[in-house]
């Protein structure tokens, strides 16, 4: 682990200034306590902060040490005990070397501190603590910063082996269905079948192809749609009529790969499968609130039979919204007067979780 303080040049900036201020304040305090100079008063705190602080700045490293280890509790303590010493001895014979050298031995300072040198190790043995619980709260704010960021990269990668899945649900649903049509229709209709077989491998073409991208504008998601519908006009002809109402600045928003396409098969399957006339399905795209509105539409024969179905399409599609925008986004169903609508909510320019 790197050291806290000097890996940060802000963090050094404070620490030293911080020091000093220290430093200052036993100076000021010496001064209005005790008889000696002022230049004496001043040297003591100057130097007694600055060695202090240089021994705290190492103390670090053995603290680090005693955190890897696993020697258990009282061990830490010994070795805690062992290192005040050192660390106190060290400093407290820096300080009066230095300080007596500053001031050329000056005789009224020996007695000071002579005086003061029980004083001086209790306020020693109180910094040396502070900077040890120091230590070991950045070396605990760190685990914590470090075991979230791990939780989240695994979050992450759940994520998304979770969007995998889903999309994987997708492609195959739409490929059973498909050579399902184009099974019956080597029969009846061997050219639409052949014409189908064509449409379906640029689709899948284009869909092999976009498989890595989590996200397109809305334009691609719609030529990659037609090619879909395109399949499906071959298979039911006059009885699927599709219309298309998009706003112009509606294309170029960013939303989910292939999010719409669950909701056409869901059209498809429960409006033109279980109608015997023809059947409107309808596409509105429009901006509201910062935020872009899709809207499926069908018509569907309220009297007819409901076709059996696990409601995968319309599950995935809230799940892909809520593992990529959280709670921004959703989609809602309503039947109303024959028609069956879909409706999304997609936040325009939202930040993806993943």
């Given at each position: 682990?790197?050291?806290?303080?000097?890996?940060?040049?802000n963090?050094?900036?404070?620490y030293?200034?911080?020091?000093?201020?220290?430093?200052?304040?036993?100076?000021l305090?010496?001064t209005?306590?005790?008889?000696i100079?002022v230049?004496?008063?001043?040297?003591?705190?100057?130097?007694?902060?600055v060695?202090?602080?240089?021994?705290?700045?190492?103390?670090?490293?053995?603290?680090?040490q005693?955190?890897t280890?696993?020697n258990?509790?009282?061990?830490?303590?010994?070795?805690h005990?062992?290192?005040?010493?050192?660390?106190?001895?060290?400093?407290?014979?820096?300080?009066k070397?230095?300080?007596?050298?500053f001031?050329?031995?000056?005789?009224?300072?020996?007695?000071?501190w002579?005086?003061?040198?029980?004083?001086?190790?209790g306020a020693?043995?109180f910094?040396?603590t502070?900077?040890i619980?120091t230590?070991?709260?950045?070396?605990?704010?760190?685990n914590?910063?470090?075991?979230n960021?791990r939780?989240?990269k695994l979050?992450?990668?759940l994520?998304e082996?979770?969007?995998?899945?889903?999309?994987?649900q997708?492609?195959?649903?739409?490929?059973?269905?498909?050579l399902n049509?184009?099974?019956?229709?080597?029969?009846?209709?061997a050219?639409?079948?052949r014409?189908?077989?064509?449409?379906l491998?640029?689709?899948?073409r284009y869909?092999l192809?976009?498989?890595?991208d989590?996200?397109?504008?809305?334009?691609t998601?719609?030529?990659?749609?037609?090619?879909?519908?395109d399949?499906?006009?071959?298979?039911?002809?006059?009885?699927?009529?599709?219309e298309?109402?998009?706003?112009?600045?509606c294309?170029?928003v960013r939303?989910?790969?292939?999010?719409l396409?669950?909701?056409?098969?869901?059209?498809i399957?429960?409006?033109?499968?279980?109608?015997?006339?023809?059947?409107?399905i309808?596409?509105?795209?429009?901006?509201?609130n910062?935020?872009i509105?899709?809207?499926?539409?069908?018509d569907?024969?309220p009297?007819?039979?409901p076709?059996?179905?696990?409601?995968?399409?319309?599950?995935?599609v809230?799940?892909?919204?809520?593992?990529?925008?959280?709670?921004?986004a959703?989609?809602?169903?309503t039947?109303?007067d024959?028609?069956?609508?879909a409706?999304?909510?997609i936040?325009?320019?939202a930040?993806?979780k993943?």
């Amino acid at each position: 682990m790197i050291h806290p303080i000097l890996s940060k040049r802000n963090r050094l900036l404070v620490y030293w200034l911080i020091w000093l201020i220290i430093g200052l304040g036993q100076s000021l305090l010496i001064t209005f306590s005790s008889d000696i100079s002022v230049s004496a008063s001043f040297s003591d705190g100057f130097f007694s902060a600055v060695i202090f602080a240089v021994i705290a700045v190492a103390l670090w490293f053995p603290v680090n040490q005693f955190n890897t280890s696993r020697n258990g509790l009282p061990m830490a303590i010994i070795n805690h005990l062992i290192m005040a010493i050192i660390a106190l001895g060290i400093w407290v014979f820096l300080t009066k070397f230095l300080v007596l050298a500053f001031l050329q031995d000056n005789a009224s300072y020996k007695s000071f501190w002579e005086n003061s040198i029980y004083y001086r190790l209790g306020a020693g043995a109180f910094m040396y603590t502070v900077v040890i619980l120091t230590y070991y709260l950045m070396i605990s704010i760190d685990n914590i910063a470090e075991k979230n960021m791990r939780e989240a990269k695994l979050e992450n990668m759940l994520k998304e082996t979770e969007l995998m899945m889903l999309r994987s649900q997708i492609n195959p649903h739409f490929l059973f269905n498909s050579l399902n049509s184009i099974s019956s229709l080597t029969i009846s209709d061997a050219e639409r079948a052949r014409e189908m077989v064509i449409k379906l491998s640029d689709f899948m073409r284009y869909a092999l192809s976009r498989k890595e991208d989590r996200t397109v504008i809305l334009q691609t998601e719609l030529e990659n749609l037609r090619l879909y519908l395109d399949i499906e006009k071959i298979r039911f002809g006059e009885r699927l009529v599709l219309e298309e109402n998009v706003q112009d600045e509606c294309l170029a928003v960013r939303i989910p790969n292939m999010i719409l396409q669950p909701l056409y098969e869901n059209a498809i399957k429960h409006g033109v499968y279980e109608s015997a006339d023809a059947v409107s399905i309808k596409l509105n795209a429009k901006r509201v609130n910062g935020a872009i509105t899709i809207s499926i539409s069908n018509d569907f024969d309220p009297e007819s039979i409901p076709a059996g179905g696990t409601g995968t399409g319309l599950n995935n599609v809230r799940r892909r919204l809520e593992l990529y925008y959280g709670n921004r986004a959703w989609l809602k169903t309503t039947k109303e007067d024959s028609v069956f609508t879909a409706e999304l909510y997609i936040p325009e320019q939202a930040d993806i979780k993943i």
